[in-house]
């Protein structure tokens, strides 16, 4: 197959650049939005708005997209005379409104707070597949390195005015949903539509797009969707994300056309690697996939771009991924500058930073 496309997806907050407050205005801005090029929508909450890529081939391209998607987002939003900012999580407490329509209105109805607090904003990244089949495959061998994914992307550690303790606590929050979270292999896609059928018939979640595992099938495009990250504060965060993503699939994709066998995890395993990912970033340890040992953050990305290598370099990613990790060590996921913005300016100071990071 040729290089895979990867679109990526990201939410934003919006807020009042002058108070800071969350403004629930997505329809005012996508309204302002309607001589733009980019494809925003809105989400859940009428304070998020979420920007899609389209499908590219290129690094170089990919990254030029992500940008270009977050400009639009910033020129309807400031139209709209507010910001769209990369924070993963509203770090004050706030009482979000939920957006009207029938879908919204029966998850509220159903999932209660959960639904009703669920003001976080994610990364969704898209890489192509062939076939049913291979996504399912890809799906399956890929879950072992998610944490590692989610660990490169921290931006959430405030929540309801307080410091979580955690690098990411929108994952923490987004658990709990009910079809939230990793899974056991599938084995075909037979059975994975089998069982998403059977999920189905539950009557709990209200339909496929709610079926929020940390990677999926598309229920809509030819891809393989990865769901585990934080909106990031730096695009160039997303990009690597992007790149390590398709990484994964593309190797995965390898692995079951060779007919080499799965190594399968227990759910149990990959949620606490996700936790540990979750609390500390690359701050501490991560679990080495499969062998599930603690060690340096850093060694345990190094042995996820060595999985990755070969693909990397067919696809001519492997020095900007090299880069784009040098760059991140050295300058840090958001969780650390919002802490910094926290420590000098406090919690405003927080949604500030955000702010100026979007302009920038």
């Not at 944490?147 to 992307?153: I, K, Y």
Request: glycine share 6%; net charge negative.
């Amino acid at each position: 197959m040729p290089v895979r496309s990867v679109g990526v997806e990201e939410e934003f907050l919006l807020v009042d650049p002058n108070s800071c407050a969350p403004s629930a205005v997505a329809s005012t801005v996508l309204r302002a939005a309607d001589d733009l090029d980019g494809d925003l929508t809105n989400e859940l909450h009428a304070e998020q708005l979420e920007t899609g890529t389209s499908p590219r081939t290129g690094l170089d391209e990919i990254g030029r997209e992500i940008v270009d998607r977050r400009d639009e987002a910033a020129t309807a939003a400031r139209r709209a005379g507010v910001a769209a900012v990369p924070l993963a999580t509203y770090p004050l407490p706030v009482d979000p409104h939920v957006n009207d329509g029938p879908r919204y209105r029966a998850m509220l109805s159903r999932f209660g707070r959960t639904a009703a607090e669920q003001l976080t904003c994610g990364c969704h990244v898209h890489v192509a597949v062939e076939s049913d089949e291979e996504a399912v495959a890809v799906v399956d061998r890929i879950q072992p390195w998610l944490p590692v994914l989610l660990a490169l992307t921290v931006n959430s550690p405030f929540w309801d005015g307080l410091d979580s303790g955690y690098g990411s606590y929108r994952s923490q929050v987004w658990g709990r949903w009910p079809s939230a979270g990793p899974t056991a292999p599938f084995g075909s896609a037979a059975e994975y539509q089998r069982f998403t059928d059977e999920l189905l018939r539950t009557e709990t979640v209200l339909d496929r797009g709610m079926l929020y595992f940390d990677a999926r099938p598309s229920h809509h495009h030819p891809t393989v969707e990865v769901r585990v990250a934080d909106v990031c504060r730096d695009p160039r965060d997303t990009l690597l994300l992007a790149a390590l993503t398709r990484g994964l699939v593309e190797t995965a994709a390898r692995e079951w056309a060779a007919g080499r066998p799965l190594k399968p995890a227990r759910p149990e395993m990959l949620r606490l690697a996700a936790w540990r990912a979750a609390r500390s970033g690359i701050d501490d340890a991560l679990l080495l996939p499969h062998d599930w040992r603690p060690l340096p953050a850093a060694d345990v990305v190094a042995a996820l771009i060595a999985h990755v290598a070969p693909a990397l370099d067919e696809a001519g990613d492997r020095d900007g991924v090299d880069e784009l990790w040098r760059d991140l060590r050295q300058r840090r996921p958001g969780a650390h500058h919002q802490r910094l913005a926290y420590r000098d300016h406090g919690l405003h100071g927080v949604v500030n930073d955000a702010v100026a990071a979007a302009r920038a």
